[in-house]
């Protein structure tokens, strides 16, 4: 199994800063991709940041160029910098597991806990 810890949450001031973390532990034998979501309320869940195992990344057109996506080098924990925050990117941030873990040997999908993001103009 794999099991994710976020940290980092909490409020903010419109335009500060806040940088999201994920750590990721068990049996994993390799990761597909890491990713970020966020949930507002009263909204569906969507994709905010994903980084694949070689290193490519993807943003919502809402924050790229704000937001930066990273991955350390043992893959561990992925990271979400935060800049530039606006009221808007107020939500849980939910991060998201896929690869191979094992034995015995399973494709696998792992999301973690939600940590709060509130952004105050």
């Known amino acids: 199994q794999v099991q994710l810890v976020e940290s980092g949450g909490g409020l903010v001031q419109a335009g500060g800063s806040q940088r999201l973390s994920c750590a990721a532990s068990g049996s994993i034998v390799s990761s597909t991709d890491m990713g970020w979501y966020r949930q507002a309320p009263g909204k569906q869940r969507e994709l905010v940041a994903r980084?694949?195992?070689?290193?490519?990344?993807n943003y919502a057109d809402s924050v790229k160029g704000r937001f930066t996506i990273s991955m350390d080098s043992a893959k561990s924990t992925v990271y979400l910098q935060m800049n530039s925050l606006k009221p808007e990117d107020t939500a849980v941030y939910y991060c998201?597991?896929?690869?191979?873990?094992?034995?015995?040997?399973?494709?696998?999908?792992?999301w973690g806990p939600g940590t709060p993001v509130t952004v105050s103009s």
């Open positions: 998201r597991f896929s690869g191979l873990a094992g034995p015995p040997f399973k494709w696998l999908e792992a």
């Open positions: 980084i694949t195992s070689g290193g490519n990344t």
